[in-house]
């Protein structure tokens, strides 16, 4: 049994050293990724690794170091792949090892990149309460000292302000790879605030000036935005039309919405020149 236990513990190291080798490197497939990890899962579960009791004695240190190391890839892993509700499994899997095993385990240098993007994930989805009450359970020197908890922190604090040019540039200054993925999420539940207001205030825009408004580069992303939200384009005018449907508002109820509109497209104009 001594020998079967230390063959076992034996494959799951070179198992996992084979995980972190291949998530390192920049040629890595995501298909063999995922496979990798499926495999380990399994072994981990094996050896009740994957889901570990704190009063267990028979798990020891380094074990349990492996198992977060593998759960922490696959977080990762998950965002590479686009899979937000893995990524949400794994970090359900890791939130043990960072509470209840916390004292017996030395600090992971990836749970603020890990917790960041969880904050991230909550501001994409528009889970403000959710956001903040994670928040409120971080010690304020972390928040204050943490690149990785900084850049959630202040790309809400931008939407609050709807400083929604600052999110867009943000794109370019994320702390890690990852965290750029659930930015350009968070840029489409921003032009779907935007698109509504567009549709209530105004018949028709200029294509470029709908470009501008919702952060698009290009004719092309303006398209297919459009065909998305049922807009009309006439090619000849190079005009974006709202169908009748999302005009019901009528009179002043249009005004504030409109003067928003106008001031905001005033000041992105205003920034491109000065850009």
């Known amino acids: 049994m001594a020998s079967s236990s230390s063959s076992s513990s034996s494959s799951l190291r070179a198992q996992h050293s084979a995980l972190?080798?291949?998530?390192?490197?920049?040629?890595?497939?995501?298909?063999?990724?995922?496979s990798q990890l499926t495999k380990l899962k399994i072994a981990l579960t094996q050896q009740?690794?994957?889901?570990?009791?704190?009063?267990?004695?028979?798990?020891?240190?380094?074990?349990?170091?492996?198992?977060?190391?593998?759960?922490?890839?696959?977080?990762?892993?998950?965002?590479?792949?686009?899979?937000?509700?893995?990524?949400e499994r794994y970090m359900d899997l890791l939130r043990v090892f960072y509470t209840d095993l916390s004292a017996q385990?030395?600090?992971?240098?990836?749970?603020?990149?890990?917790?960041?993007?969880?904050?991230?994930?909550?501001?994409?989805?528009n889970a403000i309460a959710q956001f903040h009450l994670i928040l409120e359970t971080l010690p304020p020197s972390l928040l204050s000292?943490?690149?990785?908890?900084?850049?959630?922190?202040?790309?809400?604090?931008?939407l609050m302000e709807g400083s929604y040019s600052k999110v867009w540039r943000s794109r370019a200054q994320v702390?890690?790879?990852?965290?750029?993925?659930?930015?350009?999420?968070?840029?489409?539940?921003?032009?779907g605030e935007i698109a509504s207001c567009e549709e209530k205030a105004y018949s028709s825009l200029?294509?470029?000036?709908?470009?501008?408004?919702?952060?698009?580069?290009?004719?092309?992303?303006?398209?297919?935005?459009?065909?998305?939200?049922?807009?009309q384009i006439n090619p000849s005018t190079q005009?974006?039309?709202?169908?009748?449907?999302?005009?019901?508002?009528?009179?002043?109820?249009?005004?504030p919405k409109r003067a928003m509109i106008a001031s905001n497209l005033q000041f992105a104009r205003e920034l491109e020149s000065i850009v």
Request: aromatic residues 8%; contains cysteine; glycine residues 6%.
């Open 20 to 34: 972190l080798s291949a998530f390192q490197s920049s040629s890595a497939d995501p298909k063999s990724l995922g």
């Open 48 to 87: 009740g690794l994957l889901a570990p009791r704190p009063d267990d004695p028979s798990l020891s240190k380094d074990d349990l170091l492996l198992a977060r190391d593998v759960l922490e890839v696959g977080a990762f892993w998950s965002i590479r792949v686009k899979d937000v509700r893995g990524f």
């Open 145 to 158: 000292s943490s690149p990785y908890l900084q850049h959630p922190v202040h790309l809400e604090r931008c």
């Open 175 to 191: 702390p890690r790879e990852e965290y750029r993925y659930f930015v350009e999420e968070l840029m489409g539940t921003i032009r």
């Open 105 to 125: 385990l030395p600090p992971s240098s990836n749970h603020e990149p890990l917790l960041g993007l969880t904050l991230l994930r909550l501001l994409a989805s």
């Open 239 to 255: 005009t974006v039309h709202f169908t009748p449907q999302q005009q019901q508002q009528q009179g002043n109820q249009l005004d």
């Open 206 to 231: 200029p294509m470029r000036d709908a470009a501008t408004l919702l952060f698009f580069e290009s004719a092309g992303e303006v398209s297919k935005f459009a065909a998305e939200r049922g807009w």
